[in-house]
């Protein structure tokens, strides 16, 4: 198991930037991949960006060129910067982690950091 704690969120303008934060209760090293999904009100939670254990990284159309992931092994976490934020940013941000069991993958989740674009 692994327990996933968020930070980061809050209010921000149009064009401005935050950085999430994720951290692990347990070396990322033992997990097969991390990411970041969000969820605006009415809508699906969609894949914002993942980065596996082998440092391959997928991001959604919607973000490339504006967001980067990236991880810290000492430190169990894994970043999202935010840059050139939108308005059609704004939702639910959760960390996700997929680990390895037998017969096939399990989700964890954290608890969602709220991010809000908006002059």
């Known amino acids: 198991q692994v327990q996933l704690v968020e930070s980061g969120g809050g209010l921000v303008q149009p064009g401005g930037s935050l950085r999430l934060s994720c951290t692990a209760s347990?070396?990322?090293?033992?997990?097969?991949?991390m990411g970041w999904y969000r969820q605006a009100p009415g809508k699906q939670r969609e894949l914002v960006a993942a980065i596996s254990s082998g440092s391959r990284i997928n991001y959604a159309d919607s973000v490339k060129g504006r967001f980067t992931i990236s991880r810290a092994n000492d430190k169990n976490t894994v970043y999202l910067q935010m840059n050139s934020l939108k308005p059609e940013d704004t939702a639910v941000y959760y960390c996700?982690?997929?680990?390895?069991?037998?017969?096939?993958?399990?989700?964890?989740w954290g608890q969602g950091t709220q991010v809000t674009v908006s002059s």
């Open positions: 996700n982690a997929v680990l390895l069991v037998i017969g096939g993958t399990t989700d964890y």
């Open positions: 347990r070396s990322i090293f033992s997990i097969n991949a």
